[in-house]
């Protein structure tokens, strides 16, 4: 009989610590979608640097979590942080590298880091994953084009006044490039609101 009963308490402890370990992982979890969420809403209203802090606490390499690293990403994109969003970006592709838009992000950080060539296989990559990535291609065809466009050499003086006036029109094509990728990356950020909106509504001040 003792037996018996000290087994039901046995089993009792066992159920009573899966609950409790149960339920710290669900609120460790919530804790963490609540914190992504304020970001999110601190990204969205064009405070980068308040949402950056926010994701930077979440960052662990351990945890196969991919969302921190690329919003952070996407954060420090947004304040003209190319390089720390290239490495934040190439992180989260070690935790994740089947996820298009991921390729896409960094491809467009390549780009404005002028590292080209990455550029372009980054967008590739992102339209291998997802063909029908109307955003990589335009961006692609982009990144080809200032590829193959040729930088030209200003000089200074009387003497180089006419070739400056001759590369005036490459001047310009570069211009707008980068006004379509402005208006690209616009309409990314939108397309990605519509298919998925922040997921938390909270007070006061308020992501990718």
Do not use: C
């Not at 200032?146 to 570069?174: A, C, H, L, M, Y």
Request: hydrophobic letters at 35%; charged letters at 30%.
């Amino acid at each position: 009989m003792k037996d018996k009963n000290l087994l039901f308490y046995h089993i009792i402890l066992v159920l009573v610590i899966l609950i409790l370990l149960f339920l710290f992982y669900t609120l460790l979890f919530s804790q963490k979608s609540l914190r992504h969420s304020r970001a999110s809403l601190f990204y969205n209203k064009g405070h980068y640097d308040k949402a950056a802090k926010i994701w930077e606490k979440d960052i662990n390499s351990k945890d196969k979590d991919y969302i921190p690293e690329s919003s952070l990403g996407k954060a420090f994109y947004k304040q003209g942080k190319f390089e720390e969003s290239i490495k934040k970006l190439e992180d989260a592709l070690k935790e994740n590298n089947e996820v298009s838009e991921l390729h896409y992000d960094l491809g467009n950080a390549y780009y404005r880091d002028n590292q080209i060539d990455n550029a372009l296989q980054e967008y590739l990559n992102a339209m291998l994953l997802d063909p029908n990535d109307e955003n990589a291609k335009a961006n692609y065809e982009l990144a080809l084009k200032k590829k193959n466009t040729i930088v030209p050499q200003f000089g200074f003086g009387e003497n180089n006044k006419e070739e400056n006036q001759q590369d005036s029109p490459e001047q310009s094509s570069r211009e707008e490039m980068e006004n379509r990728l402005n208006a690209l990356d616009q309409k990314e950020a939108r397309d990605r609101m519509a298919k998925n909106p922040p997921p938390f509504k909270g007070k006061g001040d308020k992501w990718w």
